[in-house]
């Protein structure tokens, strides 16, 4: 069975290209074309960043100077103006004698995933405003009633007490109380 390489290469899901030494993008998957248009006789910087002159660290490059693959994240710009967050991974293309001839450069677009990443760091955010400006003392006690996280009214009133026991802090006990409402949580 005979392997249609050509189309395995347009039709990922990513985008794709092979690069010469000087950075001009020989060849493209359909992806790469439908989102950043014709790259004939055109530079990879020139159609990704929209710039006059080469990336200062580029992937590309590396790998054409130490023949290995190399990763980065990149934001890339689309011929319809919007960016684009991706992965870029390169890899050496090497001829007989096995001397670099190009590099293919395949970038994924992880735009969602930067966004997911973004509402989570927001998320958190507010919980932790709203854990330590709470108008009341806040606690978290781990199974062994340890003390593992507190609110800043905590720390006012009864100090630092990462790592004590609970009934030491809030009771001046030397065990745990009857009745355990965090024995009885857990």
């Given at each position: 069975m ?44 020139q ?52 001397q ?9 677009d ?11 760091r927001?998320?958190?955010?507010k ?18 009633y340890?003390?593992?996280?507190t ?7 009864f ?19 009857p ?8």
């Amino acid at each position: 069975m005979e392997i249609p390489y050509q189309s395995i290469f347009d039709n990922m899901p990513c985008y794709l290209t092979v690069q010469d030494r000087e950075f001009h993008i020989l060849t493209a998957n359909s992806r790469f074309q439908q989102h950043f248009g014709d790259y004939r006789g055109r530079f990879c910087y020139q159609i990704y960043k929209h710039q006059p002159e080469r990336c200062e660290i580029c992937p590309v490059d590396r790998t054409f100077r130490d023949g290995l693959s190399h990763r980065s994240e990149e934001r890339v710009t689309c011929r319809d103006g919007s960016r684009v967050s991706v992965i870029v991974y390169t890899m050496p293309l090497r001829d007989e004698n096995g001397q670099i001839t190009a590099v293919m450069e395949m970038s994924t677009d992880i735009s969602e995933l930067k966004a997911l990443q973004r509402q989570l760091r927001d998320s958190q955010t507010k919980y932790r405003t709203l854990f330590e400006e709470a108008p009341c003392y806040i606690s978290v006690q781990d199974a062994e009633y340890k003390i593992i996280d507190t609110n800043r009214m905590f720390r006012e009133n009864f100090g630092d007490s990462l790592g004590l026991p609970c009934y030491q802090v809030y009771k001046h006990r030397d065990d745990e109380c009857p009745s355990c409402t965090v024995q009885q949580t857990f």
